[in-house]
């Protein structure tokens, strides 16, 4: 039986209406936003393969901060795209954008936006004048970690950090744990197990045998299934393998190089009909818990995530608010808070009924909070000067040949977003356009016009042509 809502479990005023605006103001302060990639698991690595990454993850505060926030930044953000930011009333004024000094010889974990503000004392001395002497500040990490929390005791203020207890969110983090509570709280899973392998590798025949008998079990029903370990970012520790004993032998090859995980799971892939991607915000004055959005993942063919699509078209919604909401107040009590990410994935069963299964949590921002919140603070803009207001968007990363902002502007000219309509592009992160990757959300009447404008962008009309290769 599925846990009962407590009164204190808000759902947004309409079904996955953007709101993490709105939970933000009720904590009463200014905001220290933080969001820094290094606490992540895996995320080294990942770092490695995609340029800029730190400097992006940090600059997409920008699309949640408000006029009375502070933001920290990897590297100093391109003047164009401030003022453009600044035209659509998003983000906070520049002389409340801070850049600490970068780490000279230090680990990766020490380049964390946190670290260098503490070891900045120029940084630090200018946080505090920014911040002047009211109590009430808050830091907002992307991620949980010690050095948030030591950068808010740096700040003084009575500062608090909104992502709680750095140890609930590595419990969080743990695929197995998360599964296991979803089944205690009647939350559908897909059908699977969990396999533990030994940590010696002389030791792992056995589990190696009991992994490759699981993927045949649960490859046979659907004809593919799918091993995910325990921590993972960005599909780091995903593999799909079919029923085949070539591609279980390589699967499970492939696996036991690895030593970054001890437990997987292996569940059957099920054919994906949408997967809808429910977010959550955990008061961390009162353990309040609202959803604060819901939208659907863009998929490519290889099951890869490539962006979020809004409104979410799943049959199963209501439900999956309600299961979101559930699991969130469990993880409250268990010292989480801040913002909280479940995917899901929606499927028609042999009747063709639609149900529905949660496949993961992400315990902090993903890549879908960014085009939320500016959908929040464009329609409050947008209301309040009795303009039209933006009904769907579809945002990620698109690749451009653009070396500077000010060229990328040119490239999409018409495209912007403009106010008179409520529609247009809005780029939301900036810092890698030197590496040839913006981010975007794509802002329309419809959820059907705004993955086809977002379509087109990405096949070539960021590219400086037409969808068409014109």
């Avoid at 990639?37 to 393969?49: G, K, L, R, S």
């Avoid at 990490?141 to 909104?162: C, I, K, M, S």
């Amino acid at each position: 039986m599925g846990a009962e809502l407590r009164p204190d479990v808000q759902s947004a005023p309409a079904l996955g209406a953007p709101a993490l605006g709105a939970c933000h103001a009720r904590l009463g302060g200014p905001i220290v936003f933080a969001h820094c990639v290094t606490a992540m698991p895996q995320i080294e690595a990942v770092c490695a393969a995609v340029p800029g990454l730190q400097a992006y993850a940090a600059e997409r505060a920008l699309a949640v901060a408000g006029a009375d926030d502070v933001v920290l930044l990897a590297q100093p953000p391109d003047a164009a795209f401030l003022d453009l930011l600044a035209q659509w009333g998003l983000g906070p004024p520049r002389e409340r954008i801070v850049v600490p000094a970068p780490p000279a010889g230090r680990s990766f974990a020490e380049s964390a936006l946190a670290v260098r503000a503490r070891a900045d004392a120029p940084a630090l001395r200018r946080l505090g004048e920014l911040l002047g002497p009211r109590v009430g500040v808050w830091v907002d990490a992307l991620h949980a970690e010690a050095a948030d929390q030591a950068l808010a005791e740096g700040l003084g203020h009575a500062a608090r950090t909104v992502a709680g207890d750095p140890s609930a969110t590595y419990r969080a983090d743990r695929k197995q744990l998360i599964r296991a509570s979803a089944i205690e709280l009647g939350v559908p899973v897909a059908p699977g197990t969990v396999i533990e392998l030994a940590q010696g590798a002389g030791d792992r025949r056995a589990d190696a045998t009991a992994l490759a008998a699981a993927i045949r079990r649960f490859a046979r029903r659907t004809g593919r299934a799918i091993v995910r370990g325990s921590v993972g970012s960005s599909g780091t520790s995903l593999w799909v393998s079919g029923a085949a004993e070539a591609e279980v032998e390589k699967t499970v090859a492939d696996i036991l190089r690895r030593e970054d995980n001890q437990v997987y799971l292996v569940d059957e892939l099920l054919d994906v009909a949408v997967s809808p991607n429910v977010q959550t915000f955990i008061d961390p004055v009162d353990r309040c818990v609202t959803c604060i959005g819901i939208t659907d993942q863009l998929l490519d063919q290889a099951g890869a995530h490539f962006g979020n699509v809004y409104p979410s078209c799943a049959e199963t919604a209501p439900r999956l608010v309600e299961h979101a909401l559930c699991l969130s107040q469990r993880l409250a009590d268990q010292g989480l808070t801040g913002v909280i990410g479940f995917d899901f994935v929606e499927y028609a069963d042999f009747g063709g009924r639609r149900r529905a299964v949660l496949a993961e949590i992400n315990p902090r921002y993903n890549s879908a909070s960014y085009p939320l919140a500016l959908m929040e603070r464009l329609t409050m803009r947008q209301r309040a000067f009795g303009r039209p207001e933006p009904a769907a968007f579809a945002a990620g990363r698109i690749a451009t040949p653009a070396r500077s902002f000010t060229e990328l502007r040119t490239l999409l000219g018409g495209r912007l977003f403009d106010p008179r309509t409520g529609t247009g592009v809005v780029p939301f992160h900036a810092a890698a356009v030197g590496n040839g990757v913006v981010g975007v959300a794509v802002f329309a009447r419809t959820r059907e016009q705004a993955a086809r404008d977002f379509a087109a962008l990405a096949a070539g009309a960021c590219q400086g042509r037409d969808s068409d290769g014109r």
